[in-house]
């Protein structure tokens, strides 16, 4: 994996004739020492209809300079980026190109800006010399890309565009304050915030070459995916005319607007967890199968806004993801179950050596399964459903209930669900004991789960009372949840028992920890009825009613 740095910065522009202050003695800067001057050559790249800089991502091509490689900027938030480093080569390298792949598809990565800049460096520092911040003084020159990557020709009278700015970047502990004092100081000497998120940015616009004439937005998600593009947009906005156009009056949003922006929402996640997932950051995992699941409960509950024929089809893909995604996560949060379980035990119960078994045991049905969730994502079945997500986006497949009031579907839609919950979760209190039991309260349990979507993604049309009703579905899901957790516990606990007695080390502590599970799932199976019974209370019900 690429080298990884955080960066924390601030940036700002300024005239030609505009001097900048003296920063010795803001917060706890006692000296600011020069770092010298470097000429940095960049070649910026993207797709040509910069997916990219939608999404407020840059790769470049950068010589010259401490750093010189290739850097690809990911977004964490306004003013923070990750900057992951390659060593220098020709072409965009794999360990890169893969963590935009959800947003380039098979687009082809392009060059299309030029930059170079020479850099002034000051270091801040405190009073023991460790640096704080460095704040760099850019004099910027940037073309389009048509004959800007000839190093020969670059700067040979071509048009292009010019401008000076400051970057202001922690490089200690100076934290936030510092930034602000900086920051402070900059505007009094007559230095403005920049106009633009990125030089990137910057130079698309100045060069005439942002898709719309402006400087892409500051970092954050690809607009077109949160309020929609092409046909979709123009309908979204009472514009256009056919199936599912509607037009928005003071009755508020139709139920189209209220589906396809919680559809949109959970196809960013997707798409803007997929380069964090392959990071292998923490909950990245989970998060992005939660949003493909969410996804899909939306096809399936808002069947009369969403043609189901052509949902059907993406829904089984979806299924197809979050199963992937969760053979790593589903093992890391068992094996952490059965860690604590052993934690809590006395000395004296842990017999034989069970922490060894149970670390075999989880390494054993880990391997692979890192490498293989990577295949996936750089596979033609996860491309073809992100272009599928992107086209559904485009033309989301409408159907006449969509142009109604939102809140009028998204009640019904929301207590159809509920009916379907009360059904399984009225026939899993009424099964016998033991595995009839245990299978009807984990179909309670996505149905609950699939309620509980159903009420968040009516919450713009509904309000508290959607938000009150998906709160009390979740304490029946959480319930369910883990009973079927211990379900699940208990069979990994007797596969490892069996593994110990077959080493000859004895299964007495894992048996013991089966009958903790056990009598947990008895404990939430009598917990069941009145959370339920508080949950389905009629007047939550009504409250939902328009």
Same mark, same amino acid.
């Given at each position: ?45 993207? /797709? ?15 010589? $010259?300079?401490?750093? !010189? ?32 792949? +959800? ?29 704080? =911040? ?16 000839? !190093? ?32 402070? =100081?900059?505007?009094?000497? $007559? *230095? ?33 995916? *949160? ?21 928005? $009056?003071?009755?508020?949003? /139709? ?53 189901? =024929? ?51 045991? +989880? ?20 491309? =073809? ?90 304490? *029946? ?8 957790? +211990? ?60």
């Amino acid at each position: 994996m690429a080298d990884t740095v955080r960066e924390i910065e601030r940036k700002y522009e300024a005239d030609d004739d505009t001097r900048l202050p003296d920063l010795a003695g803001i917060d706890r800067v006692t000296a600011v020492a020069e770092a010298g001057t470097e000429d940095l050559d960049a070649v910026y790249y993207d /797709t040509a209809d910069q997916r990219l800089a939608a999404a407020g991502i840059t790769l470049r091509r950068r010589t $010259g300079g401490r750093d !010189a490689g290739w850097h690809l900027k990911l977004p964490v938030a306004p003013g923070v980026r990750d900057e992951l480093r390659a060593p220098l080569s020709e072409t965009p390298p794999p360990e890169l190109t893969a963590l935009v792949r +959800s947003r380039v598809l098979d687009g082809e990565l392009v060059a299309v800006v030029r930059l170079r800049t020479r850099r002034t460096v000051r270091v801040l520092k405190d009073a023991a010399g460790t640096p704080l =911040a460095e704040v760099a003084e850019d004099a910027v020159h940037a073309w389009p890309a048509a004959g800007a990557v000839d !190093a020969g020709t670059a700067g040979a009278g071509r048009p292009g565009a010019r401008w000076r700015e400051i970057e202001v970047e922690l490089v200690g502990d100076g934290g936030a304050g510092l930034l602000d004092e900086v920051g402070r =100081a900059l505007t009094a000497a $007559g *230095v403005r915030p920049a106009s633009a998120a990125s030089k990137l940015a910057r130079a698309l616009a100045e060069t005439g070459q942002s898709r719309d004439g402006a400087a892409p937005h500051a970092a954050g998600p690809d607009e077109r995916l *949160v309020h929609g593009s092409g046909k979709a947009a123009v309908k979204a906005k009472g514009k256009g005319k056919g199936k599912g156009a509607g037009k928005r $009056g003071k009755r508020g949003p /139709t139920a189209g607007d209220v589906v396809l922006r919680y559809a949109r929402e959970q196809v960013r996640v997707m798409i803007e967890l997929d380069p964090a997932v392959r990071r292998d950051l923490p909950d990245a995992v989970h998060r992005m199968r939660v949003a493909t699941r969410r996804l899909r409960s939306a096809f399936r509950s808002y069947t009369k806004v969403l043609d189901r =024929a052509a949902t059907q089809p993406i829904g089984v893909e979806l299924k197809w993801l979050a199963a992937e995604l969760g053979v790593e996560r589903d093992r890391e949060v068992l094996t952490e179950r059965l860690r604590e379980g052993l934690a809590e035990l006395p000395g004296t119960l842990r017999l034989g050596p069970v922490d060894a078994r149970l670390r075999i045991w +989880s390494e054993r049905h880990r391997a692979g399964a890192r490498d293989r969730l990577l295949d996936v994502l750089d596979g033609p079945r996860y491309l =073809a459903l992100l272009k599928t997500l992107h086209a559904f986006l485009e033309e989301p497949p409408l159907r006449k209930a969509a142009r109604r009031p939102a809140p009028e579907v998204a009640a019904g839609a929301v207590l159809k669900d509920y009916r379907r919950l009360a059904r399984r979760t009225e026939a899993a209190l009424a099964a016998s004991a033991g595995r009839e039991r245990d299978e009807a309260l984990h179909g309670a349990r996505k149905a609950a789960k699939r309620t509980r979507y159903a009420a968040e993604a009516a919450r713009p049309a509904l309000g508290r009372p959607a938000k009150k009703f998906a709160k009390r579905t979740k304490r *029946v899901q959480q319930l369910l949840g883990d009973h079927q957790d +211990s379900v699940v516990a208990r069979g990994a606990l007797r596969e490892l028992a069996t593994q110990a007695q077959r080493a000859g080390e004895g299964g007495f502590t894992f048996g013991l920890l089966y009958g903790r599970e056990e009598a947990l799932a008895v404990d939430r199976e009598r917990a069941l009825p009145d959370v339920w019974r508080k949950a389905s209370r009629r007047k939550h019900r009504a409250a939902l009613r328009p």
